[in-house]
């Protein structure tokens, strides 16, 4: 299409043109032809009748009528512009108004046939090898009480039909090269409207194979052309950020990776060269596997969020209670709740409350926000977990009293390897996926998840559930 398009439409056109030509020059030619043969003959015909019912034609065996006869056919052949002629029963031309008047017969048709007459008001030919070229011939017979006492014979040389005919096919050429040129409107406008922005959104399209994310299409038309150009444009600018994206991930992935091998590669070092003592080993050596386990809390996250991003996760949908859950998750940090002094409130409308998820991602949730917000709870403060049956949807929230998220960073929270700024990130255990995580699993569930935060006070995360429709709540 890149250097075809143009070419192929201009051909098209010319071959319209020509085809236009060809159909005027055979179809049209055929089609007049047949018409101005028709429209002739029929006003022949008309004319040889009337004629041959007249009282001249009646009377022409009076050799006195013959020269009055002469010059009525003369008149009549003059205005029709053809040759009219008064035959006897023999196949004798009397009268020839192509010829001067005599009272001897001009001429005797050779095989002349009446019979041959009928079936065709009209004939095409030499009419009986008289003419030396093609005429149009008509013949009325002239009857008195039922008995024919001779023709009248009137030609129509198809030379004039022909001149007739090229001077309004004329007019027909001279029109289509109007039309013709007249259409060129439509080229320019292929032009101007599609061809010109095409090539302006093909060298967009080779700028942004060889990288240049940053060009920016200048077709700004409300069409169909502009909006192919403002999707590029959209697109183009997408994949910039995503490039952006993926360098500020491999940054922070490796950031994260980091550290914690640098501690491991350290005290490893520090044990073999014998600078930590024996005695001191083991301390290092649970840090080392600690940060161990925390690189490998990284690498599933990583591939949780792969799974995702392929769309390769199911979801193993089962009806549970949704209370129940909880109760359990709550009970799991019970040993940390201690250790911080926090206290878990849970907050149920009802002692059960069936919903319809895949369990395991939901319990999966519940530890990453249980997780944060003791991570960010202040010691003797509480977390309140509760859940709300409304409009067919089951609403969790976990609520901790905690320092809360700035305003610039609320919308960002949900961004892997995201994390505020070092005063809120006192535990450096975390991978800065657990939200992200979490945001994947209620949007595969075709639920949302929201915050409400404020710095001092604390920060809520609510989010939604299918409610079960075989299971009821007690």
Same mark, same amino acid.
Not at 236 to 259: L, M, P, V
């Given at each position: 299409?890149?250097?075809?398009?143009?070419?192929?439409?201009?051909?098209?056109?010319?071959?319209?043109?020509?085809?236009?030509?060809?159909?005027?020059?055979?179809?049209?030619?055929?089609?007049?032809?047949?018409?101005?043969?028709?429209?002739?003959?029929?006003?022949?015909?008309?004319?040889?009748?009337?004629?041959?019912?007249?009282?001249?034609?009646?009377?022409?065996?009076?050799?006195?009528?013959?020269?009055?006869?002469?010059?009525?056919?003369?008149?009549?052949?003059?205005?029709?512009?053809?040759?009219?002629?008064?035959?006897n029963t023999q196949g004798e031309v009397l009268l020839n108004t192509s010829l001067d008047y005599t009272t001897e017969p001009l001429t005797?048709?050779?095989?002349?046939?009446?019979?041959?007459?009928?079936?065709?008001?009209?004939?095409?030919?030499?009419?009986?090898?008289?003419?030396?070229?093609?005429?149009?011939?008509?013949?009325?017979?002239?009857?008195?009480?039922?008995?024919?006492?001779?023709?009248?014979?009137?030609?129509?040389?198809?030379?004039?039909?022909?001149?007739?005919?090229?001077?309004?096919?004329?007019?027909?050429?001279?029109?289509?090269?109007?039309?013709?040129?007249?259409?060129?409107?439509? #080229? =320019?406008?292929? *032009?101007?409207?599609?061809?010109?922005?095409?090539? +302006?959104?093909?060298? /967009?399209?080779? $700028?942004?194979?060889?990288?240049?994310?940053?060009y920016t299409l200048p077709v700004e038309t409300n069409d169909e052309i502009g909006y192919l150009a403002a999707s590029m444009n959209y697109?183009?600018?997408?994949?910039?950020?995503?490039?952006?994206?993926?360098?500020?991930?491999?940054?922070?992935?490796?950031?994260?990776?980091?550290?914690?091998?640098?501690?491991?590669?350290?005290?490893?070092?520090?044990?073999?060269?014998?600078?930590?003592?024996?005695?001191?080993?083991?301390?290092?050596?649970?840090?080392?596997?600690?940060?161990?386990?925390?690189?490998?809390?990284?690498?599933?996250?990583?591939?949780?969020?792969?799974?995702?991003?392929?769309?390769?996760? #199911? =979801?193993?949908? *089962?009806?549970?209670?949704?209370?129940?859950?909880? +109760?359990?998750?709550? /009970?799991?940090? $019970?040993?940390?709740?201690?250790?911080?002094?926090?206290?878990?409130?849970?907050?149920?409308?009802?002692?059960a409350l069936y919903v319809k998820a895949d369990m395991s991602k939901i319990q999966q949730v519940l530890y990453n926000l249980i997780d944060?917000?003791?991570?960010?709870?202040?010691?003797?403060?509480?977390?309140?977990?509760?859940?709300?049956?409304?409009?067919?949807?089951?609403?969790?929230?976990?609520?901790?009293?905690?320092?809360?998220?700035?305003?610039?960073?609320?919308?960002?929270?949900?961004?892997?390897?995201?994390?505020?700024?070092?005063?809120?990130?006192?535990?450096?255990?975390?991978?800065?996926?657990?939200?992200?995580?979490?945001?994947?699993?209620?949007?595969?569930?075709?639920?949302?998840?929201?915050?409400?935060?404020?710095?001092?006070?604390?920060?809520?995360?609510?989010?939604?559930?299918?409610?079960?429709?075989?299971?009821?709540?007690?």
């Amino acid at each position: 299409m890149r250097r075809t398009l143009y070419l192929k439409f201009i051909i098209a056109y010319l071959f319209f043109g020509s085809l236009s030509f060809i159909s005027i020059s055979a179809v049209t030619s055929s089609l007049l032809e047949n018409h101005l043969i028709k429209k002739k003959t029929e006003s022949m015909y008309k004319e040889a009748t009337v004629i041959a019912a007249g009282r001249l034609a009646q009377s022409y065996s009076q050799d006195t009528s013959l020269s009055d006869i002469y010059t009525n056919l003369l008149s009549l052949a003059s205005y029709q512009d053809t040759e009219i002629w008064l035959m006897n029963t023999q196949g004798e031309v009397l009268l020839n108004t192509s010829l001067d008047y005599t009272t001897e017969p001009l001429t005797t048709l050779n095989g002349f046939d009446p019979s041959q007459l009928v079936g065709s008001y009209y004939q095409r030919g030499t009419f009986f090898d008289y003419f030396s070229s093609d005429f149009l011939s008509v013949v009325a017979p002239i009857t008195s009480n039922y008995n024919t006492k001779g023709y009248i014979a009137v030609h129509y040389d198809l030379i004039s039909l022909e001149a007739e005919k090229n001077s309004i096919l004329n007019i027909s050429y001279i029109t289509l090269i109007i039309i013709f040129l007249l259409s060129l409107i439509i #080229l =320019l406008t292929f *032009t101007t409207i599609v061809y010109f922005p095409l090539q +302006k959104i093909i060298y /967009a399209a080779n $700028e942004y194979a060889a990288g240049n994310l940053n060009y920016t299409l200048p077709v700004e038309t409300n069409d169909e052309i502009g909006y192919l150009a403002a999707s590029m444009n959209y697109m183009a600018n997408e994949i910039n950020k995503s490039g952006e994206y993926q360098r500020k991930f491999i940054s922070n992935i490796s950031h994260d990776f980091r550290s914690p091998l640098t501690s491991i590669k350290g005290y490893v070092e520090a044990i073999l060269d014998g600078t930590i003592p024996v005695e001191m080993q083991d301390k290092y050596l649970n840090i080392v596997l600690s940060e161990t386990e925390r690189l490998n809390k990284l690498t599933q996250g990583l591939l949780t969020l792969n799974n995702y991003d392929d769309k390769g996760t #199911l =979801l193993e949908i *089962t009806d549970f209670d949704i209370n129940a859950v909880i +109760k359990n998750m709550a /009970a799991s940090f $019970e040993g940390l709740c201690q250790k911080k002094q926090i206290g878990i409130k849970l907050i149920f409308d009802s002692r059960a409350l069936y919903v319809k998820a895949d369990m395991s991602k939901i319990q999966q949730v519940l530890y990453n926000l249980i997780d944060n917000a003791i991570k960010f709870s202040r010691t003797n403060s509480a977390i309140f977990i509760e859940t709300l049956e409304k409009h067919e949807k089951v609403f969790v929230s976990v609520k901790d009293t905690g320092e809360g998220i700035p305003k610039e960073s609320i919308k960002k929270i949900w961004e892997r390897f995201y994390k505020t700024d070092p005063s809120r990130g006192r535990d450096k255990k975390g991978t800065g996926l657990g939200l992200a995580i979490t945001k994947e699993i209620i949007q595969s569930h075709g639920e949302n998840i929201n915050v409400v935060s404020t710095e001092g006070v604390g920060t809520e995360f609510t989010f939604s559930l299918q409610k079960s429709k075989t299971v009821m709540s007690d």
